[in-house]
């Protein structure tokens, strides 16, 4: 079993629409958890990190779940510009990263 | 400021040559990463440096893969003899400290690896 799953992808939405990404991990010792954003044929840049009382920024929402060892993020009011491929980050003395999910948003 | 900086930017070699990837991280920053992403996959750390000592170097395949990092500043990676699976984006990264307890890593751009 992979130490981070994400869903896979891609996603393929329309501008304005709300979109889910899901992760999974398998390391309950796992101590912190981050979304990082990786446009096409870029580097990697942290979008967000995610804590236990789940957190906001702007249009997207990060929430944790312990007890699942699951984390999600939420992208509301879907721009062109979010198309990217998001990538699930587990700190676990070093940071593991998902194989990352696809989002395209169409005009 | 200036970010990290990374060359080659890309690389095209026949299996069973070698090759060098440089990378100079943001200043000041203590703590370097290479990680290796291959197309379709997220990118897997192969060795992580503080300063200039080696903290993990786990998933480095070390009958092929080097590193260095001699003066706790630049560093290089280097694969010798490279096979057809090391195609992939070779990704320095850098954090002030403790940047694997923050998330907060800055990458390079990337050195893409074709290995023919």
């Known amino acids: 079993r992979k130490e981070v799953e994400q869903d896979p992808g891609p996603f393929n939405v329309p501008e304005g629409a709300t979109v889910a990404f899901n992760c999974t991990y398998s390391?309950?010792?796992?101590?912190?958890f981050f979304w990082y954003r990786q446009d096409c044929r870029k580097e990697p840049k942290l979008l967000m990190s995610v804590y236990s009382s789940g957190n906001e920024d702007g249009r997207f929402t990060a929430q944790l779940n312990r007890a699942s060892q699951y984390i999600s993020l939420l992208i509301r009011d879907s721009k062109l510009s979010d198309s990217a491929t998001y990538l699930c980050v587990v700190n676990k003395g070093k940071l593991i990263f998902g194989q990352g999910t696809e989002l395209s948003v169409k005009p | 400021e200036a970010g990290v900086a990374q060359s080659p930017r890309y690389k095209i070699i026949e299996k069973r040559q070698s090759v060098a990837f440089w990378c100079n991280p943001i200043s000041g920053h203590a703590t370097l990463y290479w990680y290796q992403q291959i197309l379709g996959q997220g990118p897997k750390l192969l060795i992580q440096f503080q300063n200039n000592g080696v903290v993990d170097d786990s998933q480095l395949p070390k009958d092929r893969f080097s590193a260095e990092r001699l003066k706790g500043v630049d560093s290089t990676l280097k694969i010798q003899p490279a096979k057809l699976e090391d195609s992939a984006v070779y990704l320095c990264a850098s954090s002030s400290g403790q940047g694997w307890n923050t998330g907060e890593l800055f990458f390079g751009e990337g050195s893409r690896l074709t290995v023919l």
């Open positions: 390391n309950s010792a796992s101590q912190s």
